[in-house]
Nanobody, 124 residues
């Protein structure tokens, strides 16, 4: 069982930055690929970024490539999403998720555990 707790959301102006954190419980954090998804009002949840298990290879949705980075600190059981050059269309609830195994999936059905989400609002 893995519990995930996101933090770092908030209100920011367009062009600004935010850093989201996701703290995971458990002693096998490095065995999980980690992902970030988001859900805007009235829209389906969508993949944002992922990082494979172990040292982590990152992969991104095209909509955030070049603006967002994902990293993990296995010693602290934490994954980060650094968001730069934020746009109003990035406004959403951001969710952290864990996928047992190497990773690489962009499909939420492949992820086993989810956090409760953190709100990110980008004003124009």
């Amino acid at each position: 069982q893995v519990q995930l707790v996101e933090s770092g959301g908030g209100l920011v102006q367009a062009g600004g930055s935010l850093r989201l954190s996701c703290a995971a419980s458990g002693r096998t954090f490095s065995s999980y690929a980690m992902g970030w998804f988001r859900q805007a009002p009235g829209k389906e949840r969508e993949f944002v970024a992922g990082i494979s298990w172990g040292e982590g290879s990152p992969y991104f949705a095209d909509s955030v490539k070049g603006r967002f980075t994902i990293s993990r600190d296995n010693a602290k059981n934490t994954v980060f999403l650094q968001m730069e050059s934020l746009k109003p269309e990035d406004t959403a609830v951001y969710y952290c998720a864990a996928d047992y195994g190497y990773g690489g999936s962009r499909h939420e059905s492949d992820y086993d555990y989810w956090g409760q989400g953190t709100q990110v609002t980008v004003s124009s």
